[in-house]
């Protein structure tokens, strides 16, 4: 190998290696944890967008030859084509992802993945679990290497950053990214960039690699290279992350130092803890300063930078957009820090989101933040730069400068950015997930459904969920507030589906959310590893709640609520319903509404309400023993005990 530059990185994020077998819908567990109930992180069969084949041959077919200097970063993609490489410089590209969830630090903002999953997201090969051969490939535009004077062909390099695994799933011993060459007779030769070995490697660090391209057969018209991964073909697994490819003349086998300061990240929240809040749950004093990381890719050179921020907010109101305001956020002029040699830097804005920015009176609202930072990127050195325009030229560095984040007021709350990389989820009948929220209203608030990505994966037979929301996870017959039982439905893409439920539940100060399976197959919901709120998450597998540790990401489960608050505590009765005991048929007072029962053992029962005028009758379907009922009124939650006796 070549001189590595070894970068240390704040996270550190170990999932969990499954194995799963796709033929026939069905999952063949092969490892531990499919015999031990816990709670685990998979592959999801459709983590790529599905890409047009027609896209793919029309453009190799007409990308001609292009002249040196190649580069690319992934920080600059096609509208509508956003985890693909650019059509302009890849022949072949379709299976490889661009994301920036599994990367762990990329030089700059996104990478691309390799893994076992095609262009369309499938496994490459659905029959054999243990499958293994060249799955992804990337495919160079072909270069006019013939262009490059005779005496300046053994200053040909091409680099690049490499990580294996990221926030993905390890390679094996034998797996490898490879790097090819392909010569004037049209032959792929392999160079001796294969990292089979990985116990020198971090998996958090993205490592550079350069290797010299001088044997005279490259330097023909159509000169090209590729990458490919071999690895496991029936899923995602044996991740590789690449980053910052360039082929120029002009280099030296230690050149891996750019005249680049990149954004690596995006924003962090604006809301803190949360991406998305109900705009009726929010209040000002909750608004924080977001930050977000950079990088110096220069060796030898302190940076100084500027930064400015521009704030867009699109209000909707009875159902009507309105239109998006923008303004200026935050301009800072050296913002007291200069960027280090090969460092990483957290930068944290000087201004965020103002009160005056928000009408609270609106249904929602969809803020977005863009950062821009300025920096001596493409900078000659006559005006104090370090950009050598016979060496770069014409690069634009400054793609990787900026950066776009957005945020939500709305019906819910999510800690997710809106994307899965992964999914997690239980794998044993009469397991439990909880995933912990805390209000950010005192008010009793009323919870009407859960907003949930279930990708698809694995058993695509109909399951059924026992959806509950508990007030704390102490095994209390109070503890659980709600339960109901509906099918999963799966969707594609990062779609949300919303199971909304037959009565509304009342919560305050913290609560849960989650299932319950009563089956042997794993469902699991949508993870996304650009955000971590892996401590609110517990699982209970042996009758006891216990707190997640390994899996590192935040869950596509999002609780959604009535607009407005309902003030005042649940109120026992003792006078109603009546007549208690009852054979199943009783009476509430006038008004009662959200009606909903439960056993003393959390199970919910069927009922059924109807509004008699001067009471509401109701009917619980439930063998004899004592119902908790629960019901509004006045706007107020309102409970009492009821014992169901043989009909």
């Known amino acids: 190998m070549k001189k590595k530059m070894q970068r240390k990185t704040k996270i550190f994020i170990e999932p969990t290696r499954p194995a799963v077998r796709w033929a026939g819908g069905l999952l063949l567990c092969l490892l531990t944890w499919c015999s031990e109930a816990q709670l685990v992180q998979l592959p999801l069969r459709e983590a790529k967008s599905p890409q047009k084949s027609t896209r793919q041959a029309r453009t190799a077919a007409t990308l001609t030859p292009m002249p040196l200097p190649f580069w690319d970063d992934f920080s600059f993609t096609r509208p509508g084509d956003a985890h693909t490489p650019h059509d302009t410089l890849w022949t072949a590209r379709e299976s490889v992802w661009v994301n920036e969830g599994i990367g762990v630090n990329p030089p700059s903002r996104m990478s691309a993945t390799f893994d076992g999953l095609d262009s369309l997201g499938n496994p490459y090969n659905v029959n054999d679990v243990l499958s293994k051969g060249y799955a992804d490939k990337l495919v160079s535009r072909p270069i006019r290497l013939d262009l490059v004077p005779v005496n300046g062909r053994d200053s040909v390099f091409l680099s690049f950053y490499f990580q294996y695994k990221g926030n993905g799933e390890a390679p094996d011993p034998g797996d490898l990214l490879s790097l090819d060459l392909l010569d004037s007779a049209g032959n792929w030769v392999p160079t001796s960039f294969a990292p089979e070995s990985f116990d020198t490697y971090d998996p958090t660090v993205f490592y550079p690699y350069i290797v010299q391209v001088a044997d005279g057969r490259y330097f023909h018209d159509a000169f090209q290279f590729r990458f490919r991964n071999f690895a496991r073909l029936s899923g995602q697994y044996d991740t590789w992350n690449l980053d910052y490819i360039y082929l ?169 950015d809106g994307t899965a990389e992964y999914g997690a989820g239980l794998n044993q009948p009469g397991t439990q997930l909880a995933y912990r929220y805390d209000l950010l209203t005192p008010e009793i608030v009323t919870l009407k459904a859960l907003d949930i990505y279930f990708p698809e994966f694995g058993d695509k037979s109909t399951q059924l969920l026992q959806f509950n929301v508990w007030q704390d996870l102490n095994e209390t017959n109070t503890s659980l507030l709600y339960s109901q039982t509906m099918p999963v439905v799966r969707s594609t893409h990062n779609k949300m589906v919303r199971f909304v439920f037959s009565n509304y539940v009342q919560v305050q100060g913290t609560f849960y959310v989650g299932w319950k399976q009563s089956a042997a197959v794993v469902i699991p919901a949508g993870l996304d590893k650009s955000t971590d709120s892996s401590d609110k998450i517990s699982f209970n597998t042996n009758g006891a709640w216990q707190s997640n540790v390994l899996v590192k990401g935040s869950l596509m489960l999002r609780p959604v609520f009535l607009e407005g608050v309902v003030t005042g505590l649940p109120e026992m009765s003792s006078e109603v319903p009546y007549p208690n005991p009852s054979s199943g048929v009783f009476y509430l007072p006038q008004g009662a509404h959200s009606v909903h029962a439960i056993t003393l053992t959390g199970q919910a029962v069927a009922v059924e309400s109807v509004d008699e005028g001067d009471r509401t009758a109701v009917r619980v379907n439930s063998e004899p023993g004592i119902l908790v009922v629960r019901w509004m009124q006045q706007n107020k939650m309102r409970a009492a005990r009821l014992m169901v006796q043989s009909r």
Not at 264 to 282: D, E, M, V
Not at 398 to 411: E, G, K, P, V
Request: aromatic residues 10%; charged residues 20%; proline residues 7%.
């Open 248 to 416: 120029n003349k002009g280099r030296y086998e230690t050149d891996t130092s750019f005249p680049d300061r990149t954004v690596t990240t995006g924003l962090t929240s604006t809301f803190s803890t949360y991406r998305a809040i109900p705009i009726k749950h929010f209040d000002p004093s909750l608004i924080a300063k977001p930050s977000v990381v950079l990088n110096n890719l220069r060796a030898g050179n302190l940076q100084p930078f500027d930064y400015s921020t521009w704030l867009s907010v699109t209000a909707t109101s009875g159902g009507t957009t309105l239109p998006t305001a923008t303004r200026p956020l935050d301009v800072a002029q050296d913002p007291g820090f200069l960027l280090q040699p090969l460092q990483y830097k957290t930068l944290t804005l000087n201004q965020s989101v103002a009160a005056s920015d928000l009408d609270l009176s609106a249904d929602s609202i969809h803020l977005e933040i863009k950062l821009a930072i300025s920096t001596k990127d493409n900078v000659v050195p006559a005006n104090n730069g370090d950009y050598i325009t016979s060496k770069y030229a014409p690069v634009d560095f400054r793609w990787n400068d900026t950066t776009r984040t957005a945020y939500d007021l709305s019906t819910y709350y999510a800690y997710d």
